[in-house]
């Protein structure tokens, strides 16, 4: 095994154990030894690679915490090179989103990741019902209303369409963690809608993909006796996150004279656009804070349905965070994309495209 794949293998133990140990504490329950089994084995792996290099390993998983709060190219130990070395996996005491996209599944980590288990749990209950429109009144929901009291919750299931998806509605929508209370309430943000976590200048907005302009603004502040739930962390990323910039696309792309349908067969891609000659392209939306390991992460498009054109198309957001994404997610994402027909484009240049092919059909 090189370097490089034993620091992958370390870092998936890692953030998948994060991950696993924060959804024990969440609710008030102290973290006990046995830790989470790919918890332990990253700091078991962890410590040997430091004792081989004659570092100080972490004394402890207290103390391994605390270096997960700071860049990875900062650690007595480096990690996965300069393409990772601005990742910081825990931020006030929760994964942050570089930490759920190191969490995703793999051969190097024990059982399968909440977002994964929960969407393909909704998209065979869809199936076997042969409802489509609850799978896509599903995604509209977690991306929609990531934060619901009891109530909320309940009303909303009480849509026809959501009603066969109860159970896995529910797993999606966690209690309110204890990072975000504020006494006997907890504060939505204003501009994403998620919940506000405490932070020693005050609350704080975790969602970096938040609309806002400097510091949060203040929305619902609601009791915690109301049974605040708020969206899975896996969920919020994968799902939540790159859904509103699937709406935004969507909305975008509608006014440019073609037929958009979201999540078509049951999420086989993210956007079908059908043009007036019936030429059908395919869309997937990403929304990963770095290239590289997005690229890693892709593949063919499903051609069910059927399309003449693909793209992969990273959000905007994503991209302006880090300078030279979309170069460097062509660059990396180039081989595993060869004879695939697919590529990768900006939301912009593709909004371009759509309205040229969509012209040469008027």
Same mark, same amino acid.
């Given at each position: 095994?090189?370097?490089?794949?034993?620091?992958?293998?370390?870092?998936?133990?890692?953030?998948?154990?994060?991950?696993?140990?924060?959804?024990?504490?969440?609710?008030?329950?102290?973290?006990?030894?046995?830790?989470?089994?790919?918890?332990?084995?990253?700091?078991?792996?962890?410590?040997?690679?430091?004792?081989?290099?004659?570092?100080?390993?972490?004394?402890?998983?207290?103390?391994?915490?605390?270096?997960?709060?700071?860049?990875?190219?900062?650690?007595?130990?480096?990690?996965?090179?300069?393409?990772?070395?601005?990742?910081?996996?825990?931020?006030?005491?929760?994964?942050?989103?570089?930490?759920?996209?190191?969490?995703?599944?793999?051969?190097?980590?024990?059982?399968?990741?909440?977002?994964?288990?929960?969407?393909?749990?909704?998209?065979?209950?869809?199936?076997?019902?042969?409802?489509?429109?609850?799978?896509?009144?599903?995604?509209?929901?977690?991306?929609?209303?990531? @934060?619901?009291?009891?109530?909320?919750?309940?009303?909303?299931?009480?849509?026809?369409?959501?009603?066969?998806?109860?159970?896995?509605?529910?797993?999606?929508?966690?209690?309110?963690?204890?990072?975000?209370?504020?006494?006997?309430?907890?504060?939505?943000?204003?501009?994403?809608?998620?919940?506000?976590?405490?932070?020693?200048?005050?609350?704080?907005?975790?969602?970096?993909?938040?609309?806002?302009?400097?510091?949060?603004?203040?929305?619902?502040?609601?009791?915690?006796?109301?049974?605040?739930?708020?969206?899975?962390?896996?969920?919020?990323?994968?799902?939540?996150?790159?859904?509103?910039?699937?709406?935004?696309?969507?909305?975008?792309?509608?006014?440019?004279?073609?037929? @958009?349908?979201?999540?078509?067969?049951?999420?086989?891609?993210?956007?079908?656009?059908?043009?007036?000659?019936?030429?059908?392209?395919?869309?997937?939306?990403?929304?990963?804070?770095?290239? @590289?390991?997005?690229?890693?992460?892709?593949?063919?498009?499903?051609?069910?349905?059927?399309?003449?054109?693909?793209?992969?198309?990273?959000?905007?957001?994503?991209?302006?965070?880090?300078?030279?994404?979309?170069?460097?997610?062509?660059?990396?994402?180039?081989?595993?994309?060869?004879?695939?027909?697919?590529?990768?484009?900006?939301?912009?240049?593709?909004?371009?495209? @759509?309205?040229?092919?969509?012209?040469?059909?008027?």
């Amino acid at each position: 095994m090189t370097a490089g794949d034993d620091d992958q293998r370390i870092l998936f133990l890692l953030a998948s154990g994060i991950v696993a140990a924060h959804d024990e504490v969440s609710t008030g329950a102290a973290l006990r030894v046995p830790y989470p089994p790919a918890l332990q084995r990253a700091l078991d792996r962890l410590t040997l690679r430091c004792l081989q290099e004659d570092v100080s390993p972490p004394a402890g998983l207290a103390e391994l915490l605390r270096w997960c709060e700071e860049p990875l190219g900062s650690w007595p130990v480096r990690l996965g090179g300069e393409d990772v070395a601005g990742d910081v996996l825990v931020d006030l005491g929760m994964p942050t989103r570089a930490c759920h996209e190191w969490a995703l599944p793999s051969d190097d980590v024990e059982g399968e990741l909440f977002e994964n288990a929960v969407i393909a749990d909704v998209r065979r209950i869809c199936r076997a019902a042969g409802k489509p429109q609850s799978y896509v009144a599903f995604r509209r929901l977690v991306i929609s209303e990531p @934060v619901l009291t009891e109530f909320e919750l309940h009303e909303n299931l009480m849509d026809p369409d959501l009603t066969i998806l109860s159970e896995p509605v529910k797993r999606c929508y966690l209690p309110a963690p204890l990072e975000c209370y504020l006494g006997d309430h907890v504060l939505q943000c204003a501009d994403c809608k998620n919940l506000l976590v405490n932070a020693p200048d005050g609350p704080i907005c975790l969602d970096d993909r938040c609309p806002r302009l400097g510091p949060p603004r203040q929305g619902r502040s609601l009791p915690i006796v109301q049974g605040v739930r708020w969206i899975a962390g896996p969920v919020r990323t994968f799902v939540s996150s790159p859904g509103r910039a699937e709406l935004r696309l969507a909305e975008d792309l509608s006014k440019c004279g073609v037929t @958009v349908d979201l999540w078509p067969n049951f999420d086989a891609y993210d956007l079908k656009i059908t043009f007036t000659n019936g030429e059908v392209w395919a869309v997937d939306v990403k929304d990963w804070s770095n290239p @590289v390991r997005l690229a890693q992460r892709l593949g063919p498009i499903p051609r069910d349905p059927q399309w003449e054109q693909a793209f992969y198309v990273p959000a905007r957001d994503a991209v302006a965070a880090a300078p030279g994404y979309l170069t460097t997610l062509r660059a990396r994402s180039r081989g595993v994309l060869r004879g695939t027909g697919v590529q990768v484009i900006s939301e912009r240049g593709l909004v371009r495209k @759509v309205r040229q092919r969509a012209g040469n059909d008027a």
